[in-house]
């Protein structure tokens, strides 16, 4: 069943099942939930019932989701079956741990038939529901993501509006809200307005909890997360690896270009900066005249015994160490120090503090960046300590309601490359197009 990063230990199987009128966000908090689960190795995939409803009515308008419409009625009770069907066939084949029905569930009927089935099958409901009487937030909703959708191909967007909110108030006709009283018996959680309020009622294990504590940290305002390695060191000319030295001079010229780029890429907002403990984050960050925190979590990897010492020293000294991290460079432990594994345990609160915050510039460490990045961008494990992440280069994020946008921007300053392949204890890029997934970073484009 894979090794977890928060305890398993009665290896659940929960369903998640979204409840919400459309343009509620429930295939955002899905597809964040997910990507925040498999990032700490639970197995977890959403099933969006609005995907299986396309097989049988790909451009549906409103009249559709009117519940009289007794065609249209079919139609949109077997995609759910087909949803649900997938699965109960990946929680057995695929060992699933945490499923997400990601659907408007919005009668009790239709939850009562969800929960029956669950129990059937030793899997653990649990109901989220996101409730928002804010009309702005589901206009912007709308805007924001459903013009745009497969359902409105070919449609102008006001038109595509309109129908949108006719779609919603066919659902409100039908509506039925989660109910302390009368769902007192089951397990669920209510965002009331995002996360205004929240409401959580007989949520029993430790992994319901989790997912609880995660989606309250959720936020929808629009901000950039920077990131940023250290200018390079000392060591890294020396291509010595953990240590703190301090900046090279080609690594304190990054720290003073590095207040104008951020200058120019942030504008007027304001922002937070978080570096690790070390000198070489502290003199990356010495001339940006914004608030500054540090993170003893931030700190690089620790690489044990390793610590100062070149590839080319490790390979020599522990030969069977250095092949054994190669072959499993996410889960290889050095000698008395970490893992990728236990990097992303001491990262777990980095990132529930960075979904609670605004504007963020990190300036970190390469194998805590990779950690970062790959939770952004949903990034394998398999793949994410083999990335390339290059000295000297500014890195924006910006949340977006399916998905991360990226942007690099270099400073022009020269630097070393700590980059190491697989098979060699040599240092550098040796671009390889077939490897081109794991140089992301590396790649022109933004
Ligand atoms: N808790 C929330 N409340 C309201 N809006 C949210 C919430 N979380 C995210 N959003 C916003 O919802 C939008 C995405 O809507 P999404 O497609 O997820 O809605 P949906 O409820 O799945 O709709 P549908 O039922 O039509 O599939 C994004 O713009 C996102 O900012």
């Not at 459903?146 to 919603?168: H, M, Q």
């Not at 780029?261 to 907002?269: H, I, P, Q």
């Not at 400073?411 to 081109?436: F, H, N």
């Amino acid at each position: 069943m894979g090794t977890y990063t928060v305890s398993n230990a009665q290896n659940l199987r929960i369903c998640v099942v979204m409840v919400g009128l459309p343009a509620r966000g429930k295939s955002f908090i899905s597809q964040k939930i997910v990507r925040y689960l498999s990032w700490l190795s639970f197995k977890a995939k959403s099933f969006n019932v609005g995907g299986y409803r396309r097989k049988g009515a790909p451009r549906p308008s409103a009249d559709f989701f009117d519940y009289s419409n007794a065609e249209a009625y079919k139609i949109r009770e077997q995609a759910v079956k087909e949803a649900v069907e997938d699965m109960m066939k990946w929680f057995e084949e695929e060992e699933g741990c945490v499923a997400i029905l990601d659907a408007t569930n919005s009668t009790r009927v239709r939850r009562n038939w969800i929960l029956k089935l669950c129990r059937e099958n030793c899997i653990e409901p649990m109901f989220l529901e996101s409730w928002c009487d804010d009309e702005d937030v589901v206009l912007r909703n709308i805007a924001d993501v459903k013009n745009s959708s497969p359902d409105y191909e070919g449609v102008d967007s006001e038109a595509a509006t309109s129908d949108f909110l006719e779609r919603i108030n066919k659902y409100k006709e039908v509506y039925q809200p989660l109910q302390d009283d009368i769902d007192k018996d089951l397990t669920f959680v209510r965002l009331i307005n995002v996360a205004q309020q929240v409401v959580i009622n007989r949520i029993e294990t430790y992994l319901e909890s989790r997912i609880v504590f995660y989606v309250m940290n959720l936020h929808i305002k629009p901000r950039y997360i920077w990131l940023s390695r250290h200018g390079e060191s000392i060591y890294n000319i020396e291509k010595k690896i953990g240590g703190d030295s301090s900046l090279s001079p080609r690594g304190l010229k990054y720290a003073a270009k590095l207040k104008e780029m951020v200058k120019e890429s942030a504008g007027d907002r304001d922002l937070t900066v978080w570096t690790s403990t070390l000198i070489r984050t502290q003199e990356t960050a010495q001339y940006l005249p914004y608030k500054q925190l540090q993170w003893k979590a931030l700190d690089e990897l620790d690489a044990g015994v390793c610590d100062g010492m070149t590839y080319e020293e490790i390979e020599e000294k522990y030969p069977e160490d250095f092949k054994a991290r190669d072959e499993d460079k996410y889960e290889y432990r050095y000698r008395g120090g970490e893992s990728y594994r236990d990097v992303v345990i001491r990262l777990e609160p980095i990132i529930m503090e960075l979904e609670r915050q605004e504007n963020i510039l990190i300036i970190t460490h390469q194998a805590v960046l990779r950690c970062i990045y790959a939770y952004f961008m949903n990034v394998p494990q398999e793949e994410s300590p083999w990335m390339s992440i290059p000295l000297h280069t500014l890195i924006r994020l910006e949340p977006r309601a399916y998905g991360t946008k990226v942007k690099k921007i270099k400073a022009d300053i020269p630097a070393v490359s700590t980059y190491k392949e697989r098979g060699t204890s040599q240092v550098g890029e040796t671009y390889d197009e077939k490897r081109k997934s794991l140089h992301i970073l590396n790649s022109t484009s933004d």
